[in-house]
């Protein structure tokens, strides 16, 4: 019987958007790197999934999609398609143009066309340990750790100096997060973000279905939520 482990659909098109700097960047060092088995149907080239997007707890979209376009070694890149919900496009408009100005009208033509439409590709390691990264040197950037303790800490320094700091939140001890019809247990990790207008990001996991959900947090307090 065939292994299964959810990756989270959506994951690229509402980070890379609002998050567009921190994802152009490249680490220069890693203290965490996961291994593990990839042996995945989600990991296999043309596999597909979709997901939904909340904000503020209110469901705006439920149309982006992942395909697996290459699998090298367990290292799979993942293009992701889809369009930018209208409830979004303002606020990705006006925080762009606030805070990134000519940066942001640099790279968002590469990844998002004039009519909010996203078509980007990214190289990830989603395994049996967790869910990471991988930049263009082949260096990992571990979100995800299943085995992670609550209070586990790890970080990574970017180009430009300033260290990305992860922390383990949380760790369930019983079947407590909604994850469709059921309760699984999961593990949340923060994400330090030292972008203007972000305050963190949450990623959350389980060992069995993958990564399950990202919360993103703006600085104006808007939550926005991508479920799988």
Not at 55 to 74: A, L, P
Not at 83 to 112: A, C, H, M, W
Not at 193 to 214: M, P, Q, R, S
């Given at each position: 019987?065939?292994?299964?482990?959810?990756?989270?659909?959506?994951?690229?098109?509402?980070?890379?958007?609002?998050?567009?700097?921190?994802?152009?960047?490249?680490?220069?060092?890693?203290?965490?790197?996961?291994?593990?088995?990839?042996?995945?149907?989600?990991?296999?080239?043309?596999?597909?999934?979709t997901?939904?997007?909340?904000?503020?707890?209110?469901?705006?979209?439920?149309?982006?999609?992942?395909?697996?376009?290459?699998?090298?070694?367990?290292?799979?890149?993942?293009?992701?398609?889809?369009?930018?919900p209208?409830?979004?496009?303002s606020?990705?408009?006006?925080?762009?143009?606030?805070?990134?100005?000519d940066?942001?009208?640099?790279?968002?033509?590469?990844?998002?066309?004039a009519?909010?439409?996203?078509?980007?590709?990214?190289?990830?390691?989603?395994?049996?340990?967790?869910?990471?990264?991988?930049?263009?040197?082949?260096?990992?950037f571990?979100?995800?750790?299943?085995?992670?303790?609550?209070?586990?800490?790890?970080?990574?320094?970017?180009?430009?100096?300033?260290d990305?700091?992860?922390?383990?939140?949380?760790?369930?001890?019983t079947?407590?997060?909604?994850?469709?019809?059921?309760?699984?247990?999961?593990?949340?990790?923060?994400?330090?973000?030292?972008?203007?207008?972000?305050?963190?990001?949450?990623?959350?996991?389980?060992?069995?279905?993958?990564?399950?959900?990202?919360?993103?947090?703006?600085?104006?307090?808007t939550?926005?939520?991508?479920?799988?």
């Amino acid at each position: 019987m065939k292994k299964s482990k959810l990756l989270l659909g959506f994951i690229l098109p509402i980070v890379f958007v609002s998050l567009l700097v921190i994802s152009c960047k490249k680490d220069k060092q890693e203290n965490v790197t996961i291994g593990g088995d990839t042996d995945y149907a989600e990991n296999k080239v043309g596999a597909k999934s979709t997901g939904s997007i909340y904000m503020n707890g209110t469901s705006v979209s439920n149309q982006v999609q992942t395909t697996v376009v290459e699998n090298s070694s367990g290292i799979v890149s993942v293009q992701f398609t889809g369009k930018i919900p209208s409830q979004y496009t303002s606020l990705i408009e006006n925080f762009g143009n606030k805070y990134y100005k000519d940066r942001y009208t640099q790279y968002k033509p590469k990844y998002v066309d004039a009519n909010g439409n996203v078509n980007v590709t990214i190289k990830l390691i989603n395994s049996s340990e967790g869910v990471a990264y991988v930049n263009s040197t082949g260096k990992q950037f571990v979100v995800m750790k299943y085995d992670a303790n609550v209070g586990d800490k790890w970080s990574y320094t970017k180009k430009n100096g300033h260290d990305v700091n992860f922390e383990v939140k949380q760790k369930s001890t019983t079947d407590d997060y909604a994850y469709g019809f059921m309760n699984i247990k999961v593990v949340k990790i923060e994400q330090t973000v030292d972008e203007l207008g972000f305050t963190k990001i949450v990623y959350i996991g389980n060992h069995k279905f993958g990564l399950v959900g990202i919360e993103i947090n703006v600085e104006d307090g808007t939550v926005v939520k991508l479920v799988r």
